[in-house]
């Protein structure tokens, strides 16, 4: 799953503008965050005995040139941001919602569910090594849910259950990471609200949102609350 994933990973890099995090202070900003969320999830797992998850994991994090509203973390940890979601995120701690949304996803193994589910449904066998980028029907619907490039429409949206557990998690590894989860509340509305006009974000198309978004996340919000310290250098 990591090697198709590094496979699309690379081509994506090479297809689309990526900004230098030296020259440009948005990309700096992306991989700053993303360096804390990801530190804050190593921490987290090393202390309950389970740092074999991010086994394989080699953390990067783009800024890519394009006004698609957009963020995705593939397995393998490779972390790509548009600039078009800049102006939802607005702040660091917003990008810091997100990036820990998205790397939960991937972490908790949410692609591979989906991508068992999307065999199923297409009659392939799920048993035995059949997870080979060789196999076209796999990379097929591999593509469906990972495929950074592919057209929205073809991409199977994420399962409310795995939105909750991403939401969940995403904002307690925020909290962690020094970034205060309450900005998830005024981001999600703002995404909400991106989500009204005539091209809603691609965003929303696999992270479909709601009321019951905002209120679940407002439920968790205190036990967030618990593990969040504010870190000086964030602004
Ligand atoms: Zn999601």
């Given at each position: 799953m990591?090697?198709?994933?590094?496979?699309?990973?690379?081509?994506f890099?090479?297809?689309?503008?990526?900004?230098?995090?030296?020259?440009n202070?948005?990309?700096?900003?992306?991989?700053?965050?993303?360096s804390?969320?990801?530190?804050a999830?190593?921490?987290y797992?090393?202390?309950?005995?389970?740092?074999?998850?991010?086994?394989?994991?080699?953390?990067?994090?783009?800024?890519?040139?394009?006004?698609?509203?957009?963020?995705?973390?593939?397995?393998g940890g490779?972390?790509?941001?548009?600039?078009?979601l800049?102006?939802?995120?607005?702040?660091?701690?917003a990008?810091?919602?997100?990036?820990?949304?998205?790397?939960?996803?991937?972490?908790?193994?949410?692609g591979?569910?989906?991508?068992?589910?999307?065999?199923?449904?297409?009659?392939?066998?799920?048993?035995?090594?059949?997870?080979?980028?060789?196999?076209?029907?796999?990379?097929?619907i591999?593509?469906?849910v990972?495929?950074?490039?592919?057209?929205?429409?073809?991409l199977?949206?994420?399962?409310?259950?795995?939105?909750?557990?991403?939401?969940h998690?995403?904002?307690?590894?925020?909290?962690?990471?020094?970034?205060?989860?309450?900005?998830?509340?005024?981001?999600?509305?703002?995404?909400?609200q991106?989500?009204?006009g005539?091209?809603?974000?691609?965003?929303?198309?696999?992270?479909p949102?709601d009321?019951?978004?905002?209120?679940?996340?407002q439920?968790?919000?205190?036990?967030?609350?618990?593990?969040?310290?504010?870190?000086?250098?964030?602004?």
């Amino acid at each position: 799953m990591q090697e198709m994933a590094l496979t699309e990973y690379k081509t994506f890099l090479s297809q689309n503008k990526v900004l230098s995090s030296s020259e440009n202070r948005d990309a700096e900003m992306v991989r700053r965050v993303g360096s804390r969320i990801a530190k804050a999830i190593t921490d987290y797992y090393t202390k309950q005995g389970k740092g074999d998850i991010l086994n394989g994991y080699k953390w990067e994090f783009n800024l890519v040139d394009s006004k698609e509203v957009n963020a995705w973390c593939m397995p393998g940890g490779k972390v790509v941001v548009y600039t078009g979601l800049l102006p939802i995120t607005q702040n660091e701690a917003a990008l810091a919602i997100v990036l820990g949304h998205e790397i939960t996803h991937a972490v908790a193994g949410h692609g591979n569910e989906r991508m068992s589910q999307g065999m199923v449904a297409q009659g392939i066998g799920v048993a035995g090594n059949i997870l080979t980028s060789g196999n076209a029907q796999v990379n097929n619907i591999f593509n469906s849910v990972y495929a950074p490039g592919a057209q929205v429409g073809v991409l199977l949206p994420n399962s409310r259950k795995q939105e909750y557990e991403a939401d969940h998690f995403g904002l307690i590894f925020s909290a962690m990471a020094g970034y205060n989860p309450r900005e998830a509340i005024p981001f999600w509305q703002r995404m909400a609200q991106a989500g009204g006009g005539q091209k809603p974000p691609e965003f929303l198309a696999t992270h479909p949102s709601d009321e019951n978004r905002i209120a679940k996340l407002q439920g968790y919000m205190n036990e967030a609350l618990k593990y969040y310290k504010p870190v000086n250098s964030s602004k």
